[in-house]
């Protein structure tokens, strides 16, 4: 049984999809990539979605987030329950933003539009999309890391091969690797979303797999876990919650843009229930398992090493056997293009091509990601692990908090879940608000929840609010959305 209303017809299962008589889409609004699947193409089942986060959580870094914690004067436990907690937090976002990309097949810049309206979206998306750049370049200096220890341990020579000059801090293979690794996730970004998708469910559990025979290997070497679960924190007395209020929000930025974006994925569900449970299922036991496994895997290395080694590449680089060396360097490169692509490049590929659809494919978009990302210098936002927890992650938690308030907000309380999907691509439809097909409140809420979220940068009494950047933006860009929607009502509403 179906219904049918403003040119969408509802299923019983509760997706929508456009009917063959609604109201044509402008075409400065749509491409192939922006359009809504159809019920039909909506494929993607419990799996896919445990999958996709498995294979995303398996990543470097994931495995450093602990170390960084622990650098802050954490103790391992205490570093484990802030993580788990922080992801536990997180998930209640991204499952509110996942269900209209289920219910309506829509990626995230369309799903904006209903709050920031048809070409006001672009400002969410584009803040969004410059995170995404910063954490592909992150993780494409990573892989390209995890290839020039793979190429090396196949033919010694090769750090040299291409002479002694380090421009950059960094040998010459080592760019090399670089930009091999990241052709990669372009080339594979090319083939579009099915592959992505295969890329993720034989991911998953070879990485899982592979991360266990570390965790065995440095037990059995070290004759047990080693020294660091031991260690007290070295933190100063009275001082956990100073550390812990940062902590905590930093690990919640870790997954923030992807409480945004999830509807790029959930797009393609084939029900609420199932990217629902698979979500809830991998999201917060994988990040909390992995980083725990960090943890053992370091503390043993002081043992086998007389060091601690946060790093993987670092530790695997020690391997006497090239074959292990080999095998260990292509699970971290596998678990880093898995997580690059589709934590980093979907979304901000969707949100460039938002910008100017009729010109901008979503392959396109992915190159331009690619480019930006090469252009913010992962390998100096990498160099120091306070700065990369403690700075990237937690200061722009804001601004994602900021834009997640005003999209719960207007989704599940001004609109109830009810959208005019047709609308979402005109500009003459409810979403164009004004002359600038801009919805100002949306705007000003937003801003609003940033300068909350960072005035404590600058005025030294208030870095308390900084420290929560994610939910004081969050909080005060919701509210701030919620007072402007009940004095002036935007429309489209049921």
């Not at 209303?5 to 999809?17: F, K, L, P, T, Y």
């Not at 892989?143 to 040299?160: D, I, K, N, R």
């Not at 934590?343 to 331009?368: C, E, H, M, Q, W």
Request: charged share 10%; with cysteine.
């Amino acid at each position: 049984m179906t219904t049918k209303a403003a040119g969408q017809i509802e299923h019983d299962d509760g997706r929508v999809e456009l009917t063959k008589d609604a109201p044509l889409p402008d075409a400065a609004l749509i491409n192939d990539d922006l359009a809504p699947t159809r019920v039909a193409d909506r494929k993607w089942s419990t799996y896919n979605y445990a999958a996709l986060w498995i294979s995303m959580a398996h990543c470097i870094p994931t495995y450093m987030l602990a170390s960084g914690l622990i650098g802050k004067g954490m103790s391992w436990l205490e570093a484990i329950l802030t993580i788990a907690l922080g992801n536990v937090i997180v998930l209640a976002p991204i499952l509110l933003n996942s269900h209209p990309g289920t219910r309506y097949g829509i990626p995230f810049p369309v799903f904006a539009r209903a709050s920031y309206g048809v070409f006001g979206a672009n400002v969410p998306a584009l803040m969004r999309a410059v995170v995404a750049c910063g954490w592909f370049g992150i993780n494409a200096w990573i892989g390209g890391q995890a290839l020039q220890a793979f190429f090396t341990s196949l033919a010694p020579s090769w750090p040299a091969l291409l002479g002694a000059s380090t421009p950059g801090g960094h040998p010459p293979t080592m760019w090399l690797s670089f930009m091999l690794f990241w052709s990669l996730n372009i080339l594979i970004v090319y083939r579009g979303m099915d592959l992505l998708r295969k890329v993720e469910n034989w991911a998953a559990p070879f990485v899982l797999v592979m991360a266990a025979v570390l965790l065995g290997w440095a037990i059995w070497r070290a004759h047990g876990l080693g020294p660091i679960l031991a260690m007290k924190p070295t933190r100063a007395p009275g001082t956990f919650w100073k550390i812990f209020a940062p902590s905590l929000t930093a690990m919640i930025g870790f997954w923030a843009t992807l409480s945004l974006n999830m509807p790029d994925f959930t797009r393609y569900g084939r029900s609420q229930r199932e990217q629902m449970i698979g979500q809830v299922v991998a999201l917060p036991t994988t990040m909390t398992i992995f980083a725990a496994m960090s943890v053992f895997i370091t503390s043993a290395t002081t043992v086998i090493y007389g060091e601690a080694m946060w790093e993987p590449v670092q530790l695997i680089a020690r391997w006497k056997s090239r074959i292990i060396v080999a095998i260990a360097m292509f699970t971290i490169v596998i678990a880093t293009l898995s997580v690059n692509i589709a934590a980093n490049v979907v979304s901000p590929a969707n949100d460039i091509a938002n910008i100017a659809p009729k010109k901008i494919s979503f392959r396109t978009g992915g190159l331009i990601t690619g480019l930006v990302g090469i252009a913010m210098m992962p390998w100096k936002l990498l160099a120091d692990p306070n700065g990369y927890i403690f700075k990237w992650l937690l200061g722009y938690s804001g601004g994602l908090g900021s834009i997640a308030g005003v999209l719960i907000v207007d989704y599940w309380i001004v609109r109830k879940k009810h959208l005019v999907l047709a609308d979402l691509y005109r500009r003459d439809g409810v979403y164009r608000y004004g002359a600038f097909g801009t919805h100002w409140a949306a705007i000003v809420a937003t801003f609003a929840g940033c300068v909350m979220a960072w005035i404590g940068l600058v005025v030294p009494p208030l870095r308390p609010l900084y420290d929560y950047a994610w939910f004081v933006g969050g909080i005060v860009a919701g509210v701030t959305y919620a007072v402007a929607a009940m004095v002036w009502p935007p429309e489209g509403r049921v």
